[in-house]
């Protein structure tokens, strides 16, 4: 049976372009990265061209660019390391009751340690107020923390202006942009961005492979003990292929993303236009301020556990949230944020649409519904 992918958020395959510059560093250029002699210096060459390639995609410098295993490990290792570097200065964060899990689990690991951690609420569409965000500002404030795009629902946070309040106060300010990047330009220094989480296998990378901006002029100390890798930010030995893998992908996906954009934005109207066909089903998230790719929609009277088993049939891959809360039977912390009730949240599905898609996978998608949807609520 064909697979058709409409699971993007989760993950991406990896490109070809891409695995076929990693491949090398499997077997013929397997050195390691800290030795001296020239098998293990091809690898170093390679990590830093990886480096280059991401400083420039996002506008920033070779040296503000550390690898790491993953965007968890990327979140994880900003903000412990951030709460200790600045813990003179003040022990004061600020995120939002949206962040992925890698966030809210980190804020809530640096609480037991005394940690004071403010969860800004979100409006029906998943934006934070600004308002909201300038008043939670003491004198122990050292760091914001806001995604710039949500997983689940796409929403795009206005994050240009997050940094601004965040300098006039002289707070630092981190946006987890693993959803984002390969999706909307970059440019650090315009948005006045100090720190940055992300994760190869979002934009066609390898998996177990994430990378974190930190600006030069902000300090954090490292999370993980060992060897003086990553300027000594990020011990333990390179993951040399998959680094020139995220490397390869961030490239490519800069050097398209207007059109990459165009493509899934076509997709995207096409599937809401054909949608229409199934009654009482609801849109969740702001629909221009939003990731071109995604859709999050409920089906009101059903559950989201059924859809996809009867999708799962049909070889089509969805998710019922993100993929960190798929399996779990549990409303998602953004539905509830949102103010979505119980009920409705539970008929809810992301689709989120990538390179590969086209209208005809779309007609076929809204197709299963269509029958699913009827055959689910003549059931319940
Ligand atoms: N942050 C966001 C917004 C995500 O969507 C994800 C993954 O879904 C992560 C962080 C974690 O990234 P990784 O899977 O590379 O650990």
Redesign the pocket.
């Known amino acids: 049976m064909k697979i058709r992918y409409f699971d993007h958020?989760?993950t991406t395959a990896v490109a070809e372009e891409v695995k076929d510059e990693m491949l090398p560093y499997f077997t013929e250029n397997y050195g390691n990265a800290s030795a001296l002699y020239d098998l293990g210096k091809k690898s170093k060459e390679a990590i830093n061209i990886s480096r280059g390639r991401v400083a420039r995609a996002i506008n920033a410098k070779p040296n503000e660019i550390y690898f790491t295993s993953?965007?968890?490990e990327s979140?994880n290792l900003i903000l412990k390391g951030i709460a200790k570097a600045y813990r003179n200065k003040g022990n004061h964060i600020i995120t939002s009751k949206i962040e992925?899990p890698?966030i809210l689990n980190s804020c809530r690991s640096l609480e037991k340690e005394g940690v004071r951690v403010t969860y800004l609420n979100v409006d029906k569409n998943g934006f934070v107020d600004l308002r909201e965000l300038e008043k939670a500002i003491n004198k122990d404030t050292i760091l914001i923390s806001i995604?710039m795009a949500n997983?689940e629902i796409g929403t795009i946070e206005p994050v240009q202006e997050i940094a601004e309040i965040a300098h006039i106060n002289n707070v630092i300010f981190h946006t987890?942009a693993?959803?984002a990047i390969g999706n909307i330009k970059i440019d650090v220094k315009k948005l006045g961005i100090d720190a940055i989480?992300m994760?190869a296998?979002k934009f066609y990378g390898p998996k177990g492979v994430?990378v974190l901006y930190v600006d030069e002029n902000i300090n954090f100390v490292p999370i993980q003990n060992g060897g003086h890798q990553e300027d000594d930010k990020r011990a333990g030995t390179e993951n040399v292929a998959g680094i020139v893998g995220l490397g390869k992908a961030i490239e490519i996906a800069n050097q398209g993303i207007e059109e990459y954009n165009n493509k899934l934005l076509n997709l995207r109207n096409y599937f809401l236009e054909r949608i229409r066909v199934i009654p009482y089903t609801k849109i969740n998230g702001d629909l221009d301020k939003r990731l071109s790719g995604n859709i999050n929609i409920s089906f009101l009277g059903v559950d989201n556990r059924d859809i996809m088993k009867e999708l799962n049939k049909k070889g089509i891959c969805v998710s019922a949230g993100?993929?960190?809360s798929s399996g779990f039977i549990r409303t998602s912390h953004v539905l509830s944020a949102i103010g979505l009730s119980e009920g409705i949240a539970r008929g809810t599905i992301r689709i989120t649409f990538g390179r590969e898609n086209t209208k005809e996978d779309i007609d076929y998608l809204v197709d299963i519904l269509e029958e699913t949807i009827k055959k689910l609520r003549i059931q319940n």
Request: aromatic letters at 0%; charged letters at 10%.
């Open positions: 958020a989760a993953c965007g968890t979140d992925h890698a995604m997983n987890d693993v959803q989480s994760s296998h994430g993100s993929a960190c």
